[in-house]
Nanobody, 130 residues
Framework: QVQVVESGGGLVQAGGSLRLSCTASGLSFDDYSMAWFRQAPEKEREGVSCLSRIDSRTYYVDSVKGRFTISRDNANTTLYLQMNSLKPEDTAMYYC???????????????????????WGQGTQVTVSS
């Protein structure tokens, strides 16, 4: 049984940092592209960052470039998202997701790309106060 569990969310002041973690079990972690999505109240879920299983390239939505860093530890089947210089508009529920498709990361901003991610965590809340 596949399990995806996020942790590390919390309340932080604007300008602060958080590191999210996502541990996946029950799947061959190396064979999956891994991504972070987020969903703010009354907004659609958006892809934030993705790490390709094909070539380990990283992808980011424009709004987080230069502030967030995605990384993975395959030995410990864990995905990370280091978030620096946080802004109130980063407030959202953050989800970790796994996809067996090698092409998903460059397409992270495409409409309904989340349909191609087969495994999801329950989410971790990030709240940035101004």
């Amino acid at each position: 049984q596949v399990q995806v569990v996020e942790s590390g969310g919390g309340l932080v002041q604007a300008g602060g940092s958080l590191r999210l973690s996502c541990t996946a079990s029950g799947l061959s972690f190396d064979d999956y592209s891994m991504a972070w999505f987020r969903q703010a109240p009354e907004k659609e879920r958006e892809g934030v960052s993705c790490l390709s299983r094909i070539d380990s390239r990283t992808y980011y939505v424009d709004s987080v470039k230069g502030r967030f860093t995605i990384s993975r530890d395959n030995a410990n089947t864990t995905l990370y998202l280091q978030m620096n210089s946080l802004k109130p508009e980063d407030t959202a529920m953050y989800y970790c997701a796994a996809s067996s498709f090698g092409w998903v990361c460059p397409a992270l901003s495409q409409y309904q790309i989340e349909k191609y991610f087969g495994y999801w965590g329950q989410g971790t809340q990030v709240t940035v106060s101004s």
